[in-house]
Nanobody, 131 residues
Framework: QVQLVESGGGSVQAGGSLRLSCAAS????????MGWFRQAPGKEREGVAV???????SYANSVAGRFTISRDNAENTLYLQMNSLKPEDTAMYYC?????????????????????????WGQGTQVTVSS
């Protein structure tokens, strides 16, 4: 059974930084594709960033250039470095894993970021950015 536990959320002022971590256990290892998603009140869950088993990364347009996803395969840990945070980044952030580690070379970014492609989910960590 795959278990994902997020940490690192909190409250920060606009322009600040946070680093989220996701510890994976069970069968989730370096062969999995993993990602970060977020959901603000009253909105649908959306993909923020994903990293495939081979290392290819994909980002939502709204965070590209500000957020960086990375993984430590030895520690089975996924990270999301968030810089230049904005109030609109306020949301519950979720870590997710997909057993199939790679998407097709021809897949679109939006497809790779789609929540329905991910099988396992953590409980989430809250990020609040004040202006």
């Amino acid at each position: 059974q795959v278990q994902l536990v997020e940490s690192g959320g909190g409250s920060v002022q606009a322009g600040g930084s946070l680093r989220l971590s996701c510890a994976a256990s069970g069968y989730a290892d370096s062969s999995y594709c993993m990602g970060w998603f977020r959901q603000a009140p009253g909105k649908e869950r959306e993909g923020v960033a994903v990293i495939e088993s081979a290392g290819r990364t994909s980002y939502a347009n709204s965070v590209a250039g500000r957020f960086t996803i990375s993984r430590d395969n030895a520690e089975n840990t996924l990270y999301l470095q968030m810089n230049s945070l904005k109030p609109e980044d306020t949301a519950m952030y979720y870590c997710a894993a997909r057993q199939s580690g790679r998407f097709s070379t021809y897949s679109s970014t939006s497809y790779r970021l789609a929540p329905y492609n991910y099988n396992y989910w953590g409980q989430g960590t809250q990020v609040t950015v004040s202006s």
